[in-house]
Every structure is written in C-alpha cells, then in structure tokens.
C-alpha cells in the first residue's frame, strides 16, 4: 500500500511556477494555485514558450497569440495576476545556459521562497515518455535555484539590477511520478475547472475522445485518485525537492 502523502509546507509567501507551455499548471497544479492565492499567498507564471507549435491545424504565429492569451485567462481565474512568457521555441527547448540564465534573471525579479513546476522526469506516472520541454524546463529551474543565489553566475544579471535571491527553499514538481505531499483543494476543483476550459483551442483540438477533453471529469479523477492517498481529501499531488 502506497505511503499516504504529507501536507505540503504552508509557512511561505511568494512562489513563481516555471512551465514550458500554456496550460501546464491547469491539468492539475492550477487547484492547488487557487487554494493559495485565495489563502493570501502571490503567485506568478512564466511560460518558456508561447505554446505556438502546439496544434498542427493552426498556423504558429496564430497558435502563440490565442493560447498566450487563454494562459491569461486561465491564470486569473485562479487569482494569478502576473504572467510572464519568454521566447523560447515551443517543441525544441534546450536545457543550457540560456534558458537557465532566463529563469534565474525570473527568480532574481520575483524573489520567490517556492517554486512549482511539472514532472521533469523521462516517464508520466502511467508510464508514457515525457516531452523533452518538460524535462529540459525541469531540470533547468532546478538548476537556475542556484544560479539566482550565486553572484558570480550570470553576473551581468546584477549589473541589470537583479540581486541574487538565496530564498528559495524548494520545489513543487507536479504531476511527478514521485510525488509525496499534496494539497487539499477543497472547494477550489470549480476554479480549476475553469481555468483548464479556457484552453478551448488546445482542449477542442485533442478532440472528444482525448481523455482530457472533458476538463471537470479529468479533474475529478485526479484529485480523487490523489485524495485516497490524503485522507479522503481531494488533493493535488507533488513531489517536493529542496533547492
């Protein structure tokens, strides 16, 4: 029988969650975003990409501009107020330097205590292998924790006027294969519900067979499957790592 997942730390303020694509954070993270912004707790977005090679029936430079703006719809219906997006190309993200130059310059700007991001590892918890922008953006915020403390990585990022922020004490990776705390989203599925239905375009394009087609009953499932692990409590699951 599975360990029973722990609560996850609440002693924190600010938090800034780094995903590759619009509507990562809303198959599942997005609820636990809802419980914290409505407990008084800031939390901002950064999107790598603008989503733009995510549908083969639409243009990019059309895909970018429709899901950057459901991404903004979905993140205030959520109490998210700030949503940043770099340039990075969607479907062909590089770990490297560059991106983790970005991210670090983002944690420098947002001064956040927690990170959240999505599973990084090679396989989905069923599984099925992971996108290599998922893994690389993953595996780049882990790395970018530390370059945003250090000063004499990336210096130019102070001589922007980004100081370097040692207060990063960990990171949430949902929908990790890992996981072992959680949330209680109580109260909280409907916002997320909502959030991950404003991805009409993504959503419509899977097409109704897709098993994430149906928003509220994939979010039904989810924190129920993860409920069973947290005393009967709907939740939403993460793997937590200290940074």
């Known amino acids: 029988m599975a360990e029973p997942y722990a609560p996850m730390p609440d002693d924190w303020q600010r938090a800034l969650a780094v995903v590759a694509h619009p509507d990562d954070l809303e198959y599942g993270p997005a609820c636990a975003v809802a419980a914290w912004t409505a407990a008084g707790r800031e939390v901002v977005y950064l999107m790598v990409t603008r989503g733009q090679a995510g549908m083969d029936t639409m243009d990019p430079r059309e895909a970018a501009r429709v899901r950057e703006q459901e991404e903004l719809r979905a993140a205030a219906l959520v109490g998210v107020k700030e949503v940043e997006f770099l340039d990075h190309r969607d479907g062909v993200v590089e770990y490297g330097l560059p991106l983790r130059r970005d991210i670090a310059a983002a944690i420098r700007r947002h001064r956040p205590e927690i990170l959240v991001t999505l599973n990084f590892h090679e396989r989905w918890r069923g599984g099925d292998w992971n996108s290599p922008d998922h893994r690389h953006v993953g595996r780049a915020l882990l790395d970018a924790a530390g370059d945003a403390g250090n000063r ?75 409920g069973e692990r947290f005393g009967g409590t709907p939740a939403i699951a993460f793997e937590l790592i200290g940074v």
Not at 171 to 185: E, I, M, W
Request: proline residues 7%; aromatic residues 12%; hydrophobic residues 45%.
């Open 152 to 226: 004499w990585i990336f210096p130019e990022l102070a001589e922007e006027g980004l100081e370097p922020w040692k207060g990063v004490r960990y990171a949430a990776v949902g929908g990790s294969p890992l996981a072992d705390h959680a949330v209680d989203v109580t109260g909280f599925l409907d916002q997320g519900v909502a959030a991950l239905e404003a991805h009409r375009s993504y959503l419509d394009y899977l097409g109704p067979d897709h098993p994430m087609a149906d928003a509220r009953a994939f979010l039904e499932r989810k924190v129920r499957t993860f």
